[in-house]
Structures are given as structure tokens and as C-alpha cells.
């Protein structure tokens, strides 16, 4: 007679018994081990760009390097060191709670304002091409008008988040930020640097239009603005003469007109595929500033269409990116502080490619992460770095 003893179970060794309340924290736990896709595509489209800065720097710089202090590669290991500098400013901006630039924001503006005065002064700053821009550190430049940029949005982005619930009072709305953008504004504008100038003031309304302040007021100052804006062009007489070029550049193509036609003609003649990285005739000192602020025409020359296409599709994902990381912020800081890094990073890029390609006057500002200028460059990337922080503390809170 057969046994009717119990047979041993056989369960499979790769299955186990599933606990109540465990299947759902599996999940969960799997889900906060992914890396957040938006931050990966932030960071991928910061250092493309970086990276495809670093190539046309070298290839838009070498033939005036060469002419000028006798290598081709100046420019280009500058640039490569500024670099490396910047990504470490990003990966400590993104390893820093975002809450400590809240604190942080008074000593930076203050630094920033001293460094400002600073630079007027004859015997510490440096002038070129007619304006006071520039700190010399022993073997390192400093522009601090490009960490003005950083230290103003971090500054409105702690006063308005504690004001968020009283922005209709247009007296709190404007003290004591106005003041402060406007001090900062003038010593910006005594370098001179009007583009500069104009970007933080695109800034502050960005600030303004996140934290919900009244369109009528965001309209009165947009117009005043933009009045005070053309009385500062109309007093200076190159600013003037670059609006009326800008209005019609072939009136004078051999003078005001020249920098504009000569971009446009780069831009226009690489095709669809560009002549070729490196083969490009517009940087034989035809386009002034082509490793600067109109490298994008040698982009265009050099890598046609297809290049341009691929670099306004990262500062797409990028502006993307900052956009989608501001609106799941955990607190209205961290939306204000992810807005106004982006918007700055996306108005810029907007400024130098309409200078670039005749559709704005040129501002003299560079492309984000892609022109040369050290300064520029890890002011970019440690704000890049904060929207890091931002970013994976909202994730984890998700």
C-alpha cells in the first residue's frame, strides 16, 4: 500500500514566500534606485554642450592664437582648464543642499558687489576692448559680472520665497530688490556692460512671473524697462550705432555692419553638413570675437545645419530639464531658484544666437557653456550643479 505521507515541498529556490506589505515596498524601493531621468538629461545636454564648446573652441581660436601669442592651442587649454574647474563646481553645487544658498545668497551678493567696485578701479582692473570687465589672480581672470548673474537670482529667489504669500503689495515687491539690482546694474553698466545688464534684469522678471507677481506689474516694469533700456543706447554713441546696424546692417558693411554680415555669411554657407570641423574660412579673422561671443557662426560654417540643429536641441533639453525640475521643487526656493538659473542659462542663449544671426543687436554676451570665458563657464556649470541638488532632493521626497 502506497505511503500517504505528506511529500516535501519543491518550491523553486528563485521563489520565496511574499510577506504582507512587502510587494509594495519592492516597488517603491526600486523606483528610488533609478536615477531621475531628468537629471540625467540635464546633466548629458550640460556636458554635450561643454564638450562640443570645447571642440569649436579649439577650432575657432587657433588661427588668431597662432597670430597673436604663437599657439594654436591657447584658447583651447584655457578653456579645458576652466572646464574642470566648472565640473567640480557642479558636482560640489550638487552634492550641497540647495537650502544653504538661502544663507548663502547676502555674503555672495556682497562678495560679488565688492569684486564690482573692484573692477573700476585702474589699478586692479583690466581693461580690453574699451571696458573694465576683468580681474587678474596671478595667472587666472576673473569676470565678476558673471557671478553677478548667479548671486542675483539667489538673492531674489530667498527674498521672494519669503514673501511668497504677499506679492500683491508692490511695496514688498519692490523693496529691497529693485534697489539691489539696480545697484548692482549701474556698476555693471560703469564697465561698460549693457548685455550683461540686460540678462539680469530678464532674470529678476522670470523670478517675478514664478512667484506669482501681478501681470500689471510685470507690465509697468517691462515698459519702463525697456524705455530706460533705449535712453542708455541713445547716450552712448557705439551702443546707438550698433542699433541702427542691427536695423540695417548693409547700410554700412564695411563698419558697424561688418561683424553681423560676416556671422551671416558663416552661418549660411556650411550647407546642410557644414565644410567640415576645422575647415571653416570665417575664423581667418574675417568674424571678430569667433571663439566668443559669435562662435555659433563658426558652429554653422563648420558643422552646416545638422550642427546647429544638434546644439539648439541641447539647450532645449537643458531649458527642459530646469523647467520640469522647478516645477516638482519641494519649496517655493528651490522653484524659484531652479526657474531663475534656467531662465537665465535660456535668455542668454537667446540673446547671443539673435545677435549671431541679426535678429537681435549685439549684446556682446557669450553662449552658455559653449563660448570662451572661464568665468562664464563655471558660473554655468555650478548653477547647472544646483539644479542638480534640487532635482534629486525632489526625487527623493517622491
Not at 538629461?41 to 588668431?64: D, I, N, P
Not at 563646481?89 to 550638487?94: D, E, N
Not at 575647415?279 to 559669435?294: C, E, M
Request: positive net charge.
Amino acid at each position: 500500500m502506497a505511503s500517504t505521507a505528506t511529500a516535501p515541498s519543491r518550491r523553486a529556490p528563485h521563489l520565496r514566500v511574499v510577506r504582507p506589505g512587502e510587494a509594495a515596498a519592492r516597488p517603491a524601493h526600486r523606483a528610488a534606485a533609478r536615477p531621475d531621468a531628468t537629471i540625467a538629461v540635464l546633466l548629458l545636454s550640460t556636458l554635450a554642450l561643454v564638450l562640443v564648446g570645447l571642440v569649436m573652441v579649439l577650432s575657432a581660436s587657433s588661427v588668431e592664437a597662432y597670430t597673436r601669442y604663437g599657439s594654436s592651442f591657447l584658447f583651447f587649454r584655457r578653456q579645458l582648464v576652466f572646464a574642470f574647474v566648472g565640473t567640480l563646481g557642479m558636482m560640489l553645487a550638487a552634492r550641497m543642499s540647495y537650502r544653504a544658498w538661502e544663507r548663502l545668497c547676502v555674503p555672495l551678493l556682497l562678495l560679488v558687489a565688492a569684486l564690482l567696485v573692484l573692477v573700476l578701479h585702474p589699478a586692479a582692473g583690466t581693461v580690453a576692448g574699451g571696458s573694465a570687465r576683468w580681474l587678474e589672480l596671478g595667472p587666472v581672470t576673473v569676470q565678476p559680472s558673471e557671478f553677478a548673474k548667479l548671486a542675483v537670482i539667489t538673492f531674489g529667489a530667498a527674498l521672494l520665497a519669503r514673501r511668497w504669500d504677499r506679492l500683491h503689495d508692490l511695496r514688498l515687491l519692490v523693496v529691497p530688490l529693485v534697489p539691489v539690482v539696480a545697484g548692482l546694474g549701474l556698476l555693471i553698466m560703469l564697465q561698460p556692460d549693457l548685455g550683461t545688464a540686460v540678462i539680469i534684469v530678464a532674470c529678476v522678471f522670470v523670478l517675478l512671473f514664478v512667484a506669482g507677481a501681478r501681470m500689471k506689474h510685470l507690465l509697468i516694469g517691462g515698459l519702463g524697462t525697456a524705455v530706460l533700456g533705449l535712453g542708455l543706447i541713445r547716450l552712448e554713441g557705439y551702443r546707438w550705432t550698433r542699433f541702427v546696424s542691427f536695423l540695417d546692417p548693409w547700410a554700412d558693411p564695411q563698419g558697424s555692419g561688418y561683424q553681423v554680415i560676416q556671422s551671416l555669411i558663416g552661418l549660411t554657407s556650411g550647407g546642410p553638413l557644414g565644410l567640415g570641423l576645422g575647415a571653416g574660412r570665417q575664423k581667418w579673422l574675417y568674424v571678430p570675437n569667433a571663439h566668443t561671443d559669435f562662435i555659433f557662426s563658426i558652429i554653422g560654417e563648420e558643422l552646416g545645419l545638422l550642427g546647429m540643429l544638434v546644439v539648439l536641441a541641447l539647450f532645449g533639453a537643458l531649458v527642459w530639464a530646469g523647467t520640469r525640475i522647478a516645477m516638482r521643487a519641494p519649496d517655493s526656493f528651490g522653484r524659484l531658484l531652479a526657474a531663475g538659473i534656467t531662465g537665465w542659462i535660456g535668455v542668454q542663449a537667446l540673446v547671443n544666437l539673435g545677435a549671431v544671426t541679426g535678429m537681435l543687436p549685439i549684446t556682446g554676451v557669450p553662449l552658455p557653456l559653449v563660448s570662451f570665458g572661464g568665468s562664464s563657464l563655471v558660473a554655468c556649470m555650478v548653477g547647472v550643479g544646483m539644479l542638480v541638488s534640487i532635482g534629486r532632493r525632489s526625487a527623493r521626497r517622491r
